[in-house]
């Protein structure tokens, strides 16, 4: 049993967080109409900003609706969607790009019905050269005949240029902004970056987001997390 209690969107599917994951993924849903949005990545311009937590949840959000979701390490350099989900990380997207492995020997299920996930694998010396390569084209390629959905969590573009080349492959991204982390320059220096190579910038999440004040809507989202985080914790 894999435990995926760090994802609120399975740990607490009622909770205005994973409300607020079915908002964003409504927004992505009506992008769709005109042109085929399947493959998407997510960046932001420094770690920690949330890109694994945003993109975790909005594949379970997805998977929820019934579409068969993938979610796929991009991080060559320093991986985490294993960790994310607890799984394994000894085979994985490298070893199918190197042809030592196939799909079906990599690919992860998971506790959350039709969510998969392709962790990395071994690490390799020349990230941007796999990313960059058309064995990676042809292989996400490949996966838009199995998915309705392939989520590929980047690296920080703000960084390396590794989400920049991966959003050429991409039908769009999100750009995580982690509220009170991220330095302004920083993120106008990565959007710029994502601009340079064309991708299709389908919005910005604004994570970690605390508003101090009277209004209490979103303390209320704050709280309901950090109350259902303890909980967690203790049942552990
Ligand atoms: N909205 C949030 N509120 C509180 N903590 C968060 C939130 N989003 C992410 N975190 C925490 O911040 C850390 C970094 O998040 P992560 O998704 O791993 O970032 P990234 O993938 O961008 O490096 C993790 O410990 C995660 O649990
Ligand atoms: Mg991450």
């Not at 311009?45 to 890109?51: F, L």
């Not at 042809?99 to 690490?123: M, S, W, Y």
């Not at 919005?203 to 209320?220: D, I, M, P, R």
Request: proline fraction near 4%; hydrophobic fraction near 35%.
């Amino acid at each position: 049993m894999k435990n995926m209690n760090r994802i609120i969107s399975v740990r607490n599917p009622k909770s205005p967080i994973a409300e607020a994951y079915r908002g964003i993924r409504t927004s992505i849903e009506f992008s769709n109409l005109d042109k085929e949005l399947k493959v998407i990545n997510v960046t932001s311009s420094t770690q920690n900003e949330g890109k694994s937590t945003v993109i975790a949840n909005l594949a379970v959000s997805f998977a929820n609706l019934d579409k068969k979701v993938l979610i796929m390490e991009g991080d060559l350099r320093n991986p985490s969607v294993h960790r994310m989900f607890n799984i394994s990380n000894v085979e994985g997207l490298t070893d199918i790009l190197l042809g030592n492995k196939n799909f079906t020997e990599c690919v992860h299920c998971t506790d959350v019905r039709n969510l998969h996930v392709l962790t990395c694998g071994p690490i390799p010396p020349n990230p941007s050269e796999m990313l960059s390569s058309k064995k990676i084209k042809d292989f996400v390629e490949s996966l838009r005949d199995y998915y309705d959905y392939v989520f590929i969590d980047a690296p920080p573009i703000g960084i390396v240029t590794d989400a920049g080349i991966i959003s050429t492959y991409t039908d769009g991204c999100i750009f995580v902004v982690g509220a009170g982390e991220a330095d302004i320059e920083m993120a106008k220096i990565s959007k710029e970056r994502l601009e340079k190579v064309g991708a299709n910038i389908l919005g910005v999440v604004l994570n970690k987001f605390e508003a101090s004040g009277a209004n209490g809507y979103y303390n209320y989202y704050y709280e309901q997390d950090t109350r259902s985080r303890r909980r967690g914790r203790r049942k552990r």
